[in-house]
């Protein structure tokens, strides 16, 4: 007989319905303690009883139990604890289950696809059983595998639920607006759905390893194609200590560098890629003797949009910095406000969360619990979060834990740091920031306060800008000549004009006469940042040509250029040194942070080349392979205008910071390399400068 179907999985109506009122009997007790909950009591009763009535309507609700788990503004703080520790626990199946199922999905015999498989499970849940086995090859793997008819099971509850929500939409739309149920529940199939399928498990898992390839000491387990489909996953057999194992076993320094591990790989996921373990409790993760780790089950995953994890950058930026009304205004811009909104009391909640965060002890400032807490406010006071932010807030919340166990007396935001600092400088070196410059710029200088963000258009007509700055520039020198050629005109003039004096316009005619003449014959570099410093130099040795042929040495050339370029190249050095020192106190992360941030822009890969050196504890070590620039000079035989010039402005910039570089080694000076030992102590007066500098100062 053909049925008409309704929904996705083809039951009739009535159907959803008897599943719904099956769900209803179950859970109205619960329903009704719901909406007699007292925040200030303690009777942990109600979400007890919660807990074990959604394992008894079956798998689709302990999983259901997990998600709300990250929903404070769905439940209270009372059962998002509860419904935190629920285990997915379950009866074992028989082991003649397990063979039909995966000789059913691999189309073999059980001794024809493996070597051996253990008959004894190694853990049972509510999804799947796991048991350890060998391939023919000799590779020790885990394979997990289904339960039976869960496909069935999950459509039948999802569907009805949904049909639940429909509804409720009707009897109580303002309740469902302000608690976003839809997209909730949209997001749970999608999840739950997907959670079914290993193959699609499989390929998160390649998405990990690929993400995280790069991360020293972290690893990720391969599954195993050929022996993998939609209902038995083989993957890496993982041996290993536990958590607590581990932060009894490892030393002090060994603990340390597992820290500083688990923290650039938890921001690398959850500000780098935006692909997220949401699920990383003590569990799902195993430690090895050598200090490396392993992350296990990614059935539970999150990913943010590239503009979400923009505003968490900035958001954990402005706390790192203390900066409360800024952090405000990038986690207020995350949400959705209702029309009964209160601003007011978002904001005095939000202030007064971050202040408690700020005098807590180390032991007791958490920066994940906090942000969730705010997300809670915010619910509060009428606010709609989207579904992967508030899962972002759980993952991030289980993960800081393992930090905890590690390291009782660390604060997430100080050990963070750096690694925000360090993404923060590769998304600026790689953002194309013409458009919204342009339209802020003109506001800052003229009125002393930028736009607000309302005022800046997501879009923009690139030749109109060009031609409209072209224009403004124009008024600084030729405007046939290009907006970059007039920039670089009226930027040079400036700075060579408190040096050259009177001389300026007679000195500038000619160097540019004769920079237009080697220009034509410099290579083209591979990136920006080399474009720019390769055409810097052929202006520096336009120069330097164009004094010495006006009656200067040599040595008066190269001093007049070091004194201009030093006007130049301090103001570069101080932003990147100043975020550093926003970002930590330690000098040898200071110097790594304001460093890399010159080895990402002006000059970056793969127009230069770099390699990190170890060279104590004290010492930021790095070697330069390519510099474009000495070629440059190099090719018109005049590496010694490199040294004098360009190679002597390193040092004054060490100078500045206050401390101290050491590079006997160049490659304008012959060598295969230069040798940059960036020294963080002793500490050196950060107003004393090189001759060259302090003579830059006074003019």
């Known amino acids: ?77 009372s059962y998002i604890a509860r419904l935190a520790e629920l285990q997915e626990r379950a009866p074992e199946m028989d082991f003649a289950t397990i063979r039909r199922v995966v000789e059913e999905e691999l ?63 009707v009897l109580a739309p303002r309740r469902l607006r302000r608690t976003n149920l839809p997209a909730f529940l949209s997001e749970f199939r999608r999840y739950s759905m997907g959670e079914l399928d290993f193959q699609a498990e499989a390929r998160v898992m390649e998405r990990f390893r690929s993400n995280l390839a790069g991360q020293e000491g972290v690893r990720v387990p391969r599954a195993f194609p050929d022996h993998t489909t939609a209902r038995v996953l083989t993957m890496d057999w993982v041996g290993g200590m536990r958590l607590s194992e581990a932060a009894a076993t490892f030393s002090g320094s060994t603990q340390s560098a597992l820290v500083d591990r688990l923290v650039s790989m938890l921001l690398r996921m959850f500000v780098s890629d935006g692909l997220f373990h949401a699920d990383l409790h003590p569990g799902n993760i195993v430690f090895h003797s050598d200090g490396t780790f392993t992350l296990l089950d990614f059935g539970m995953y999150g990913e943010l949009n590239p503009a979400e994890r923009d505003r968490f950058v900035l958001y954990w930026m402005a706390v790192a910095q203390r900066q409360t009304r800024r952090a405000y205004h990038h986690f207020n811009q995350q949400t959705k406000p209702l029309p009964s909104a209160d601003h007011a009391h978002f904001r005095q909640a939000f202030n007064d969360l971050a ?12 920066l994940a619990r906090t942000y969730l807490a705010m997300m809670r406010a915010g619910y509060r006071a009428g606010f709609v979060f989207p579904a992967s932010l508030m899962l972002h807030a759980k993952a991030l919340t289980t993960a800081e834990a393992l930090l905890f166990e590690l390291a009782p007396e660390a604060r997430f935001d100080e050990i ?141 050339s190269h001093a007049l250029i070091h004194a201009i370029g030093w006007d130049i190249y301090r103001r570069m050095a101080d932003p990147p040194w100043e975020l550093a020192r926003t970002i930590t106190a330690d000098p040898v992360k200071r110097l790594r942070i304001a460093t890399d941030m010159f080895r990402r822009f002006p000059f970056g890969p793969p127009g230069y080349g770099w390699r990190d050196v170890e060279a104590g504890e004290d010492v930021v070590a790095f070697d330069c392979t390519k510099c474009p620039v000495a070629e440059f000079f190099a090719h018109h035989d005049d590496a010694e205008l490199c040294t004098a010039t360009w190679c002597a402005l390193d040092f004054p910039v060490a100078e500045k910071w206050g401390r101290r570089l050491v590079r006997p080694k160049t490659i304008a000076g012959r060598h295969d390399h230069c040798d940059f030992r960036w020294q963080s102590g002793p500490v050196l007066d950060g107003a004393k400068t090189t001759k060259a500098g302090r003579n830059a100062e006074r003019k």
């Not at 051996?116 to 391939?135: D, G, N, T, Y």
């Open 1 to 77: 007989m053909v049925q008409r179907s309704c929904g996705r999985s083809g039951m009739k109506p009535v159907g959803n319905l008897l599943r719904l009122v099956r769900i209803l009997t179950t859970l109205s007790p619960d329903i009704w303690a719901l909406r007699r909950y007292d925040p200030d009591g303690c009777d942990m009763r109600p979400s007890d009883r919660f807990a074990q009535d959604l394992i008894t309507l079956g798998p689709v609700f302990v999983k259901l139990g997990q998600i709300l788990s990250t929903r404070p503004d769905i439940l209270p703080e």
């Open 416 to 556: 963070s740091r750096p690694f925000i600092a360090r993404e923060v400088a590769a998304r600026l070196a790689t953002s194309h920031p013409l458009g919204r410059i342009s339209q802020v710029l003109p506001e800052l200088l003229l009125t002393g306060a930028m736009p607000p963000a309302e005022a800046i258009d997501e879009s923009w007509d690139r030749s109109a800008i060009h031609g409209m700055w072209e224009s403004v520039m124009g008024a600084f020198g030729p405007a046939d000549r290009g907006l970059g050629r007039a920039g670089l005109m009226a930027l040079f003039h400036h700075f060579a004009q408190r040096h050259l004096g009177r001389e300026t316009e007679r000195v500038l005619a000619e160097t540019w006469a004769t920079y237009d003449v080697l220009e034509t014959d410099l290579p083209l570099q591979p990136n920006t940042g080399a474009i720019l410093t390769t055409h810097l130099a052929a202006l520096t040795l336009a120069l330097h040509r164009t004094l010495v042929s006006q009656g200067r040495s040599p040595a008066q």
């Open 355 to 366: 202040a408690r965060f700020y005098a807590a002890p180390s032991r007791e400032a958490s």
């Open 107 to 169: 189309g073999a015999p059980l001794e024809t696809a493996f070597d051996s498989f253990e008959s004894a499970p190694i853990a049972a849940a509510s999804l799947a059983q796991v048991h350890k086995a060998r391939l023919k090859d000799g590779t020790t793997v885990a394979v997990k595998v289904q339960r039976p008819g869960l496909e069935a099971l999950f459509r039948r509850d999802l569907d009805a639920l949904e049909f639940g929500l429909r509804l409720l939409r």
